[in-house]
């Protein structure tokens, strides 16, 4: 499927033969003759009597050829709102064959200036698909022609839009790549790509992980026949030297467990262990799309968690990139690991601002939250507000939970600084992030996002389809525009 979306001024009017009509919330049809007949006019006035009135979208198939779909504005429409509206007219049109839609932007009832754009926007997002490896490919597009004048907001909105798009489709592109693929080889490969867009991309590879002495992070690959990675995406914005907003991933390519080996049912969804990594990625690609004046930088592991000869075994002892040493108690927890080398390379090299992780971390907070709320654990108040009103703001919604040294005592080990588990049970969550704040050497003002339960849906979302979700990027992107721009 392709969607086409074109903005004409005028357009002859037999050709609007599937129109896309915008109304109050009580479906009214004053403001519709200009578009329609008087006799389509009062047949669709018939059928609105015995209609639901409530729903935000109403289909009527006027001959064979004509249809009329009519999408309520209703009162007082948050962005999301908007953004859903679009989502769920994708719903309707998203099948059949090849088929062009005229939306007239000279009856939107809305006081939101943005209110086309937000609308295309969840359009769009919904309309994404991950079809790479069908043989079969479905071939046909959508036109969706919007007919009118837009307003100067609009216009110089399209490439804020247009960047946060392509950030969410290249974030869930990644996720949706299989394990075989997009291995840490291969990733690294196309993070390098980025620099086309004016990052200032670096890639410490085995060799180099050594010499820094990050052997958290290398101990987690060391059984993987590919290589282990830490990227570093530098967006200099503001062209100047002040301290970066810095986004730290979790970019486990495939995670079998390692010898602590994952259950098969488990295992299968492990392709997505790296989307805290894709959601940075995704954010830096749109911020240097949208030309973000920032500075910020992204940094994601790329590690492939195997068992091999090689594997990290339970019981082994690596010594931190932070100097702290780790009894490695159950090789399944690994992004702990991977995250605690790089955010204490972060903050060293780096200094930033602050420092936000992303990781698929734990299978604890999907029974604490399901698949509504990320879980958002941090050492700063207004931090963590900024980031649950952006959240609100976009519908990637986080609840804050816990950290406490209390939870300390539950990963301190008799034969090392630190386990990477709780022996004790409970909270597993909580003891993952407790155990991450241990590599922040300098109280940089922190916030780790458990992501597990939101990097991929089965079933689809208001503005996915299906499959990764692209979890962060939006988010991440309203934090920066409403906060630090
Ligand atoms: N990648 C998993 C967490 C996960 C589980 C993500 C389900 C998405 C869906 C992580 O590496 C892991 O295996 N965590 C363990 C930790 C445990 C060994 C302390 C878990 O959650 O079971
Ligand atoms: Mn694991
Ligand atoms: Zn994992």
């Known amino acids: 499927m392709t969607l086409k979306i074109n903005f004409k001024n005028t357009v002859s009017k037999k050709s609007l033969v599937k129109l896309v ?81 005229f939306i007239n932007l000279d009856n939107i009832l809305s006081n939101n200036d943005n209110f086309i754009d937000n609308f295309l926007h969840g359009l769009k997002l919904k309309s994404y698909e991950f079809n790479k ?29 247009k960047a946060l798009e392509e950030g969410t489709f290249f974030a869930r592109d990644l996720v949706s790549e299989p394990g075989n693929i997009l291995h840490p080889d291969e990733y690294a490969k196309r993070l390098s790509a980025l620099r086309k867009y004016g990052l200032k991309v670096n890639i410490y590879d085995d060799k180099k992980l050594k010499k820094l002495g990050m052997n958290a992070l290398l101990g987690v690959g060391q059984g993987s026949v590919r290589g282990s990675y830490l990227v570093t995406m530098e967006w200099n914005g503001l062209r100047n030297n002040s301290k970066p907003l810095a986004f730290v991933g979790k970019g486990v390519c495939f995670d079998t467990g390692g010898y602590s080996l994952k259950p098969a049912k488990f295992m299968e969804d492990m392709t997505y262990d790296m989307a805290g990594s894709a959601a940075v990625v995704g954010l830096m690609k749109s911020l240097a799309l949208r030309k973000a004046k920032i500075n910020a930088v992204g940094v994601v592991g790329l590690v492939e968690n195997m068992v091999s000869g090689n594997a990290q075994r339970p019981g082994d002892i690596v010594k931190s990139y932070s100097g702290k040493t780790i009894e490695i108690l159950n090789t399944d927890a690994e992004g702990r690991l991977v995250l605690a080398d790089a955010l204490t390379f972060t903050e060293e090299k780096f200094k930033p601002k602050f420092m936000i992780d992303l ?17 958002l654990f941090s050492n700063d108040d207004k931090l963590s507000k900024q980031l649950q009103n952006a959240g609100e703001k976009v519908e990637e919604k986080l609840w804050r939970m816990p950290l406490h040294k209390n939870y300390d005592k539950l990963i301190n080990s008799k034969n090392a600084d630190m386990q990477n588990i709780n022996y004790v049970g409970g909270a597993g969550s909580t003891t993952a992030a407790q155990f991450m704040q241990r590599f922040i050497l300098k109280k940089t003002p922190w916030a780790h996002l458990d992501i597990a339960g939101m990097a991929f849906s089965k079933y689809g979302g208001a503005l996915n389809s299906g499959g990764a979700t692209g979890f962060g990027v939006r988010l991440l992107n309203k934090l920066i525009e409403d906060n630090y721009e």
Not at 52 to 81: A, G, P, Q, R
Not at 134 to 143: A, H, L, P, Q, V
Not at 153 to 158: L, M, R, V
Not at 359 to 375: D, K, P
């Open 21 to 101: 009509l915008f109304v109050d919330d009580k479906f009214n049809t004053n403001r519709l003759k200009r578009y329609i007949s008087s006799s389509e006019l009062s047949y669709i006035a018939d059928i609105l009597k015995t209609s639901d009135l409530n729903k935000n979208l109403l289909i009527f198939e006027l001959n064979s050829k004509k249809k009329v779909i009519l999408v309520s504005i209703k009162k007082n429409l948050k962005t999301f709102d908007i953004e859903n509206l679009g989502a769920e007219l994708y719903g309707h049109i998203n099948h059949g064959k090849n088929s062009e839609y």
């Open 359 to 375: 990781a698929t971390l734990t299978g604890a907070i999907i029974v604490s939250l399901g698949s509504e709320y990320a879980g």
């Open 133 to 161: 490896y069908k043989s079969k490919k479905e071939n046909r597009t959508i036109t969706i022609n919007v007919i009118g004048k837009r307003n100067k907001t609009s216009i110089q909105n399209q490439l804020k839009f």
